[in-house]
């Protein structure tokens, strides 16, 4: 069975993100959207339990898709699941940098592991959780850039 799994924070995820596991879960058996936990650099603006939630949510009915948080080294959790790829979103040369480094660090620790680069598509070019929350702070519409779920969770937070 082929069995990828899609790292990240999620914090929180965004129409980009659902649009690379929309097309990796086309492309393998079973996509295992995971939450890592330890990549947090700063206070996140959602927990991890609450991330997860939020993407099962915005999942619904994707029936080969499971959504889970791991707190550890990437390859070591995707040697668990008995996955052999690593799918990751790129969107520009930066990311494109970044994920080369990271795909030869993951393949340095389980060799076998294969690490597939989806380009995003152009209507998400621009878009990361970054842009999300700096978009939140100001007060601008949701919708187009978070999954339902996640604008209501917005939304309910807001009148809290
Ligand atoms: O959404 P992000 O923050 O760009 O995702 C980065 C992530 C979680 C994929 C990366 O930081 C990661 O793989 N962290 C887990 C720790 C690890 O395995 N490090 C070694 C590979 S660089």
Not at 94 to 116: H, K, S, W
Request: proline share 6%; aromatic share 8%.
């Amino acid at each position: 069975m082929s069995i990828a799994i899609y790292p990240g924070s999620f914090d929180p995820i965004t129409l980009g993100h659902l649009d690379v596991i929309r097309r990796a879960a086309a492309c393998f058996e079973k996509v295992i959207v995971c939450v890592m936990v330890n990549a947090e650099k700063r206070s996140p603006m959602f927990t991890a339990e609450e991330r997860v939630e939020l993407i099962r949510a915005s999942v619904a009915g994707m029936d080969n898709v499971e959504v889970e948080s791991f707190n550890g080294l990437l390859a070591g959790y995707a040697e668990s699941k008995g996955a052999n790829v690593l799918v990751k979103g790129v969107r520009n040369a930066t990311d494109f940098d970044q994920e080369y480094q990271m795909a030869a660090i993951n393949r340095g620790i389980c060799p076998q592991l294969e690490t597939v680069l989806l380009p995003s598509s152009p209507a998400f070019q621009h878009f990361s959780s970054t842009m999300v929350r700096e978009m939140i702070k100001y007060g601008q519409p949701m919708e187009k850039y978070v999954p339902a779920p996640v604008a209501e969770e917005l939304k309910r937070k807001e009148r809290a």
